[in-house]
């Protein structure tokens, strides 16, 4: 996700709108006018803004890489959002919101629990791709040239319709094709969320 705008040249921050990349950058696609602070949670299966151009009352979050997006209603009244974070890992589905009341110079805290999103665990199968909860993506998928820095890469990362919770400490397996030579490499140490 990134904040900016479509143009010759880069627009103040107040100017430019939120946009967000599937494809490791390679395209962008705009998810919502104005500028939004935003955070990945569960190793990006969760994605989470909040308006930061004003004062606001809800959140926006996403568990299909921002094809759908749904309003969460935090406060009666609005809050000026100016950060949000999560644990430094990523993988955790609470985040906190910080920020403070209209002109009130008394910061607080707002808890946003999405772990009930789902309880199921993501299933990597690497026996069976094709009935778990991951995808085969390639940093070079929308290029012709299919190597990227001398070496074909390929990711099993978590598809976008997958409703479940990651465990892991690294979810994906990577597979290196380059110099006649291929290596795999899957890490499976399982990991608690922790909890804020």
Not at 81 to 94: E, F, G, H, N, Q
Not at 131 to 141: G, I, R, T, V, Y
């Amino acid at each position: 996700m990134a904040v900016g705008n479509v143009g010759e040249q880069l627009a103040g921050y107040t100017d430019s709108d939120t946009f967000l990349s599937r494809d490791a950058g390679f395209t962008w696609e705009e998810i919502h006018k104005d500028a939004h602070l935003f955070e990945f949670g569960d190793s990006g299966s969760v994605l989470i803004m909040a308006n930061d151009e004003e004062p606001t009352d809800h959140v926006l979050f996403s568990t299909d890489e921002g094809l759908n997006w749904r309003e969460y209603k935090f406060s009666t009244q609005p809050v000026r959002v100016k950060s949000i974070a999560t644990v430094p890992s990523d993988t955790s589905r609470r985040f906190i919101l910080f920020g403070y009341y209209g002109r009130s110079s008394n910061w607080l805290a707002i808890h946003i629990d999405l772990s009930s999103l789902t309880r199921k665990k993501c299933i990597l199968d690497l026996n069976d791709p094709g009935k778990d909860d991951f995808e085969l993506w390639s940093p070079s998928e929308e290029r012709e040239e299919r190597c990227l820095f001398g070496r074909q890469v390929l990711v099993s990362a978590i598809g976008p319709r997958t409703t479940a919770v990651l465990t892991l400490t690294s979810h994906r397996l990577f597979t290196t094709v380059g110099l006649g030579i291929v290596t795999a490499l899957s890490v499976t140490k399982k990991r608690p969320l922790i909890p804020l």
